[in-house]
């Protein structure tokens, strides 16, 4: 169930307590990840009042999205939407939800701006008004969008089952849930979770890893990736007092909407990249431990061969082998795990 106190507290947060991302305590809410070079082009583009009230912690901007439908999740000042505006193109649609009437303002502000700065002569992109938990009330159907995403916002609910209930009801067969959001190594406390300024920057209601393991199996999602991970550093004083000994993290999430094993099984099945990805010419990275290098063959899982080949990454794929042969489990392991991250911080099965 949706807590309307902390709903409250989190629209006063964005709608009035912050001016700027000048105002945070923390490195939570700021982007820290490296911005892709293709995305910093676009990013120039995009109005200097939406940079400023942007609070997302990650670049959760996967490719291949020419006219496609990207649903963006707490959408703020638009910033996300408007880059992936540009990059759907005039054939694609971009819909950025969020409950903050501060915020949407802002971005419904500046639709016509970055219609005329991409050179479109209609909008692509929308924002609607609502609550991440209720998708429904904004007209959001059943398998509609290509892409879902979401900047740092997740973790700001209170009610995180029934948001990615909604996600994958939203998501079409094949779909991608590609999203950075603050995580930590161990559940947070009541009395930190429902502390209004810890809450406010995506600390309160970070996700303790393996709950977020159990909740995607639950809702049966058996295989998720992650794409990189980052220690967040607390710089607030009585917020690290606070926090104590807790550690947070912002990670990039790729999740797809498909009928996958809760093990990381081997078919023999081999994969080439075929280099086509415009923002990829030379290796696409699908995850952490999996970085396909253009005409060079690569051993996969059978979760993996379906990642490249029952999604939009297909046609840039050649799978060699199918799943008619079992040998046994795959050896699916990141290559290295990062010292800044929490032991186990892995997806389902690699």
């Not at 583009?45 to 997302?56: N, P």
């Not at 970055?114 to 924002?127: A, K, L, R, Y």
């Not at 029934?162 to 603050?182: A, Q, Y």
Request: glycine share 8%; with cysteine; charged share 25%.
């Amino acid at each position: 169930m949706i807590d309307s106190k902390v709903s409250e507290d989190v629209k006063n947060y964005y709608g009035k307590v912050l001016s700027t991302n000048e105002d945070l305590k923390t490195t939570a809410c700021c982007a820290i990840e490296a911005v892709p070079e293709h995305i910093k082009p676009i990013l120039s583009k995009v109005h200097d009042e939406v940079m400023a009230k942007f609070y997302g912690c990650g670049s959760p901007i996967p490719p291949e999205l020419e006219g496609r439908t990207v649903l963006d999740l707490g959408s703020g000042s638009g910033r996300d939407c408007f880059v992936f505006s540009k990059m759907v193109g005039p054939k694609g649609r971009v819909i950025g939800v969020d409950m903050t009437d501060e915020q949407i303002a802002v971005a419904n502000k500046y639709v016509d701006f970055h219609t005329e700065m991409f050179g479109f002569v209609s909008p692509n992109v929308e924002f609607r008004k609502s609550y991440i938990e209720d998708l429904r009330s904004v007209d959001i159907a059943d398998n509609s969008m290509d892409i879902v995403t979401s900047n740092c916002v997740l973790n700001l609910s209170t009610d995180k089952e029934k948001v990615f209930e909604e996600i994958f009801r939203v998501l079409k067969p094949g779909g991608e849930l590609f999203f950075s959001d603050v995580f930590s190594d161990r559940r947070i406390s009541k009395d930190l979770a429902d502390d209004p300024v810890l809450r406010g920057e995506c600390l309160g209601g970070a996700m303790y890893i393996e709950d977020f393991r159990r909740l995607l199996n639950r809702l049966g999602c058996s295989d998720y990736r992650f794409v990189s991970t980052s220690k967040l550093e607390v710089t607030d004083q009585d917020v690290a007092r606070k926090v104590g000994h807790i550690s947070f993290y912002s990670n990039t999430v790729r999740a797809f909407k498909l009928n996958l094993e809760d093990r990381c099984e081997d078919y023999g099945q081999v994969a080439y990249y075929q280099g086509t990805l415009p923002e990829s010419p030379h290796s696409f990275i699908l995850d952490d431990h999996h970085e396909f290098f253009k005409g060079r063959p690569m051993l996969v899982c059978s979760n993996t061969a379906r990642m490249i080949s029952e999604t939009r990454f297909a046609k840039h794929f050649k799978i060699v082998g199918d799943e008619s042969t079992h040998y046994g489990l795959f050896d699916c392991v990141p290559i290295q795990v990062s010292s800044g991250s929490p032991a186990g911080i892995s997806g389902a099965c690699c």
